[in-house]
């Protein structure tokens, strides 16, 4: 397996969870599980994703822009997050604000799945994509 596979992988997570999410409603158990399980999902994938696909591609000059463009975004959707957690989640405003996680998730994911890595595999060779794999799984699985 190579990163770019590895990291797929809990992208198809977020995007099914963020999904169901919007479908909850009120201050319900279910909304409550969901959101605790995208919060943990989102926390370890930006995590992992950071240290161990990254940091490398910000030792590169070709892709350190974009690197930090993305490890930005993660602050954003952070933010998002706590926003979510300092509000009633039977309020009209916490499915606004989900929704904006949404579009910004959404987004995230498809920038780095269509543009992040096409970039990534041209400055890592095929031994360091299959590397990053192995540490970037390693840390999916210790941490879930
Ligand atoms: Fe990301
Ligand atoms: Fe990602």
Redesign the pocket.
Known sequence: MNIFEA?RQEHEIQRDLIAKLLKTEGKTEERKKIFEDLKHELKI??DA??RHF?IPLMEKDMTQEKARH?VA??HEMDELVEKLEDTEMDASNWLKIARELEHQLIH??DE?EQEVFQMAGKVLTSKQKEDLASDYNKAIRENR
């Open positions: 990291l994938h930006e994703e950071e990254y993305s975004e993660h995230h994911l780095e």
